[in-house]
């Protein structure tokens, strides 16, 4: 009856375990990336909802700002500030915008130019989020 495992035995199953997690690691890392950058995406979208809101249960205009250097944004109505993200230093994403400010007046409606879009990207993968001028949000992937 045999009760150990030789060397040679032992380096195989390790050479195979080495192989697996080299394998493993850069496809854990292409999720993780895609998982924040839906969650960015996502807050993005929550704070576009936000504003809206904001402008309508105050009566006054509310504004999302995004924060391009810094990768974060800001939701702002009457001189208050009612929510930051640092997006970039949360999920590693970047922040491009076609505006730097989505502004809803009291009626919810947008002010200003018609559409507005945010890109939310880590390296080459991006999520869009289109803001209309009706107030809605919607993030393609």
């Known amino acids: 009856m045999r009760r150990a495992f030789t060397l040679l035995e032992l380096v195989a199953v390790?050479?195979?375990?080495?192989?697996?997690?080299?394998?493993?690691?850069?496809?854990?890392k292409y999720v993780l990336d895609g998982l924040r950058l839906r969650q960015a995406a996502h807050e993005v979208s929550g704070a576009i909802a936000l504003t809206r809101v904001a402008a309508i249960r105050r009566g006054q205009v509310a504004?999302?700002?995004?924060?391009?250097?810094?990768?974060?944004?800001?939701?702002e109505s009457g001189g208050d500030t009612l929510l930051i993200r640092a997006l970039r230093a949360m999920h590693y994403v970047q922040l491009h915008a076609t505006r730097d400010t989505v502004t809803f007046g009291a009626n919810g409606l947008g002010v200003g130019v018609a559409n507005s879009t945010i890109v939310v990207s880590i390296g080459a993968r991006a999520e869009t989020v289109v803001v209309s001028r009706m107030g809605r949000a919607r993030v393609s992937y």
């Open 63 to 75: 504004r999302l700002v995004v924060d391009r250097p810094a990768g974060s944004i800001r939701v």
């Open 14 to 28: 390790c050479t195979l375990v080495a192989v697996a997690v080299g394998i493993a690691l850069p496809r854990g």
